[in-house]
DNA sequence: CAGGATCCGATCGGATACTG
DNA sequence: CAGTATCCGATCGGATCCTG
């Protein structure tokens, strides 16, 4: 059920829960999460909206994400009671602060990673 | 022979190959990529020291991995010529760029991931 | 539309053994 | 010491089908 447990088997805790930093990359290092951040930093998006503006993301893979974003408390879902049904996923303040990750990350990719 | 290949199967290029940013998102959204550049900005290291402060990776992810950040010329390897054998791993100076990334990493870090 | 359930191949990554 | 090679179980994640 839970889905970033914070009982891992004893190896890669040694890697992971040491120190907030390291815990950290734990999570963060993730290409779905780090997408998944990106896309919502300009603003909420419904599921499938989010879905195809990432470039084949498996509903199974996107949804589990989500999960560990929502426990985390990095993003929060909102269901409206509609049909079809319309369900929306923005970033908390919290969540929101990974933008400088983000940005950061972005900042290294203009220098980096623009047509090599 | 390729580890990160610029080449690769057409769904995921389509989620990775598509900005800059997805690109590094792509190459830095790694766990082992993270902490080996966390732990190289204080200064190259041997690889059994880089090792051993990782807590338990493999031999094998590890070389993969310093080969990757090679490849993208992030890291630098040099081997000395002695016996027993010394190889130093070291960040160059567009690796040392990376620094901004796990400083936004760690700041969010001590803000959400500190004793929770 | 939003997702859960299942199946299954592909990949990952550790353990181990071996080499220069 | 610094890796490479191999084996193999575990996990990942896509495809597909199904439901409220």
Redesign the interface.
Known sequence: MEIFDEELPA??S???A??????????????????IV?HLLHGPMRFNALRES????SSKTLSQRLKMLEE?G?VQREAFLEIPPRVEYRLTS?GQ??G???????????????AK
Chains 1, 2 share one sequence.
């Open positions: 190896e890669i040694q890697a992971c040491t120190s907030p930093l390291r815990s950290a990359i734990c999570f963060i290092g993730d290409m779905w999460i780090l997408l990106m990432m470039g084949h993301i985390k990095f919290t602060e990974l400088d990750v983000i940005k950061a990350i972005d900042q290294f990719a203009e220098k980096n990673f623009s």
